[in-house]
């Protein structure tokens, strides 16, 4: 990686930890309600920089996020990188169908790889097994408008970040 | 310009007809997990478990309270009406106790500082689960 | 049609229902709370309409729990069964009225059972590394610990009304109280309780104690775990009122070396695990007497194990064994079956 991107990939990981904490800081109105949009800066990395700008921004943004707020190592922390590696792969490989899919397209399949790997976290590192489907039907739906959304907001950022 | 973007027809007409493919599978996968995950029969009992390990069995056929301590901290579950809900927790968003009684058969509660799931199962039918066990 | 309902009436009635609701007192139900202490988890449940009393008195029963184990522990430096261990024969003044009573009841039970149950085998216990570090002994080790163990070989002097001393009259005696303390915590656990209801259950890893009933009347419900399979109960009592079980088994705490399963319930007049008897469950009116009397028996086998409990009065016990084919097969006294659910 050269400097440039380095530091572009600081800049991003500095935003993502940022959104991260405000997001589980807030009060959620609606008890499975994520915005994920300390994904969204992931898919920004993805879309302008790369995949491995991607996995850089969310290995650290998870690292430093765990660290901040002091769930490093608990079971908060293995949900946020279960939801995080989920939904960076399935990000990356989604960008290969990019045409015909949209950025919007692949924030959607990220949003709902995120959902999945928190729920499979679950079923796996709490016991709760097969069970953890009968949450599925509300976050995966509401995912979905989300995913949209979040991803026209990077695509929108990166309409005006016509110089980096 | 982006203004245009941002409104339910705008984000609509931002998407191609493959993403519109894959949102409507998502969600009607999401709808067909809600059916398929129906729980089937009566539950018995409600099984605590904290990072994966029992630590309570709350039959459903009578009312109790229990305090069990969850990774964070200790977490009161309660069983009125053959249904279980969370009744206190330290955790920092509560959504455990927001989530409300549960009552069928496979439904779960969980509280993700804390490591712990609340699971609802069904027993055998004459399943009279002992109120304590030695061994 | 419509009905012209008198306004003011009406909402003196509703604020007086509103007032008198909260007053009414709210169905007694289950109050539960469970535990890590004295090494195992414990379960404590006491029936109660007050959940603030409730809980208190939980709080306070765990507390007890957590004294009783400090002070009868082997493995702290300032419980008193170390301090007895250092005295090395000399006398120990101002024992604690706990470590008086639990390792009086011991030292009944050992010369009723000739030694099957021993609180002297704190260095055997020891040898075998538990229960931290348990690993197979060599023949002399376990040799040189059965040496020091001995209950005859205990004083206790009274120097004045509730100063009590105690000496351990054997060159490197030690104290393990661990078969009996757990029982006699439980029971005094159940004190507490009993001091905001007449209905508790007391359990510390499967030693138990059971005072009134369940709430819908019917006397409290005890399973029985299967010794094969820890996920299945194999049967269910009924306890009345003022009844404690407790279980020895061999499924309990064990280590495999060269496919033989060596088990943390010693012989103390041999000092190895005793085989026979895979799980041995005694009740009894008090936990420590079940706690102990179910080591006992497990140690005396099948046959000697269910003739001492016949001879004590009170007790009933159910000691399991297994065929050639693995089944179980039950070794029961007369009086056992009335408990069966």
Known sequence: MTTRTIARVALLVAVATTLAIAESLIPKPLPWLRLGLANAVALLALVRLGARAALAVTAVRVLLAGLLLGTLGGPTFALAVAGGAAALVAMVLAARAVPPLSWLGVSVIGSAAHVLGQLAAIGALFGAGRSVLTLAPWLLATAVPLGVVTGAIVVAVDRRLEAW | ?135 | MRVRVPARPAAALALLVAIALPACDRAPTVESRTDFVMGTLAELKVVSDDPVTAREALDRAFARLREIEALTTSYAETSEPARLARANGAWVEGVSPEVDEILTLGLRIAAESDGAFDPTAGALVAAWGWPEDPALPDSATVAAAVATVGWRDVERAERAPGRIAWRLGRPGMKLDLGGVAKGWAVDRAADVLLGVSDHCIVNAGGDLVVRGHRPDGKAWLIGVQDPRDASRIFLKLRLPDGTAVATSGDYQRFFEVDGVRYHHLLDPRTGWPARDVHSATVIAPDCATADAWATAAFVLGAEAGIAALERQPGLEGLLVTYDAKGDLVSHETPGFARYRE
Do not use: Y
Not at chain 2, 82 to 91: I, K, L, Y
Not at chain 2, 97 to 119: D, F, K, T
């Open chain 2, 1 to 135: 310009m982006t203004s245009d973007l941002f409104s339910v027809r705008g984000l609509w007409r931002a998407l191609t007809p493959a993403d519109r493919i894959v949102s409507l599978a998502l969600l009607l996968g999401s709808i067909a997990l809600g059916v398929a995950a129906r729980p089937s029969g009566e539950p018995t009992a409600a099984v605590v478990t904290v990072g994966g390990e029992v630590v309570a069995t709350l039959p459903l056929d009578r009312d109790s309270r229990v305090e069990v301590q969850g990774r964070l901290s200790p977490v009161t579950i309660e069983v009125s009406g053959h249904a279980v809900r969370v009744t206190e927790s330290a955790c920092p968003h509560r959504i455990c106790v927001r989530m409300g009684p549960r009552r069928h058969s496979g439904e779960i509660i969980a509280c993700v500082p804390n490591a712990l799931v609340v699971r609802l199962t069904g027993g055998a039918p004459d399943a009279g689960v002992p109120d304590a066990v030695t061994g």
